[in-house]
């Protein structure tokens, strides 16, 4: 299957071919030369011409650097991230009603006293 696809996309003039396998950490890559995808070696320290990203393994670990240099987030990281937003977000909303129902309460109070919180 890995065969057929990457001749498909040799055949297609592709530019750049990457594959990583996340079980044994392996990372390969072929760059066009020509008509055909000639291997890359070596890939760790690699930086692409189209898309000026670095690769890199860290204890097997794929890493892919910006082209300012800053490591791009992983998934786990970006749905972490996601989550503390998420809650940030969810706390925020949680004290801004708070903040409603003391300021309803308030104005209860205002008219208890004949006083249109309005008119304050």
Request: aromatic share 10%; charged share 35%.
């Amino acid at each position: 299957m890995m065969t057929r696809k990457f001749r498909f996309y040799e055949r297609h003039s592709v530019e750049e071919y990457y594959l990583y396998d996340p079980d044994t950490g392996e990372l390969s890559g072929w760059q066009r030369q020509g008509e055909t995808l000639e291997e890359i070696e070596p890939m760790e320290g690699w930086i692409s011409p189209r898309l000026d990203i670095r690769f890199g393994l860290e204890r097997g670990v794929l890493q892919l650097y910006r082209p300012d240099g800053e490591r791009f987030a992983t998934y786990v990281e970006l749905m972490e991230q996601r989550e503390q937003e998420h809650q940030r977000a969810e706390q925020e909303h949680q004290r801004a009603e708070q903040e409603y129902q003391r300021a309803e309460s308030l104005a209860e109070r205002l008219r208890a006293l004949g006083i249109d919180p309005e008119e304050v």
